[in-house]
């Protein structure tokens, strides 16, 4: 961060353009002209882009934080903070990484920047190298956790096209049910069960009840708990 680096002008893109970008950006938040530049070159001598911000407010006008990457923040601005950016992005659950780069950490900011799921927590001034694994590290959680919405979204769309008796199966398979005992829970046969647990596989795209019920787990709770419980005879 300490070189002169040739650079240009950059902007942050338009709305329009975060939404369908694929390659990862970085959100560089920092109320220092100085910093947000040395940032950003380093940034782009990884060969990622940079997008750089004076507040967070700035940041939160562009609405950019659809596209994929992750942030990089300082702890004290005008304005809303570093930490005060973190806790709004996790209660609209919104679990972009975010790295924090400051220079007038504590303990505490550090602790309170940690437990709220901060990739790294850095001083400055910081080497070069330093902050480019955080960058790297940070980029390859958001494109793991990315790919793991993608699964669950992909299951709950199939999840959907099950009747409410095909669902009603399901869940006792997951929950590790003989077939004979939802059987007699649901007053039809074994081999009604069955074919309900065929085709409810057949819609979910599984080979095997392992499959089935390992998909089951990557399902939202919310849509596990409300599946229809079978009520019990006995």
Partial sequence: MGRERPTGPRQAPSAAGANTAEEPRVFIVDDDSAVREAISELVLTAGLQAVAFASTRELLGADVLDCPGCLILDVRMPGASGLDLQNQLAEKGDRKPVIFLTGHGDIPMTVQAMKGGAVDFLTKPVRDQTLLDAV???????????????VVRRNVERLDTLTPRELEVLREVALGRLN???????????????????????????????????????????????????????
């Fill in 136 to 150: 790297l590290t940070a980029i390859a959680l958001d494109a793991r956790r990315r790919a793991e919405a993608a």
């Fill in 180 to 234: 004979k005992q939802i059987a007699y829970d649901l007053g039809i046969s074994e081999v009604t069960v069955k074919l309900h647990r065929g085709n409810a596989m057949r819609k979910m795209e599984t080979a095997s009840l392992a499959a089935l019920i390992r998909l089951w787990e990557t399902l939202p709770p919310d849509r596990r708990d409300t599946a229809p419980a079978v009520r019990r005879a006995h």
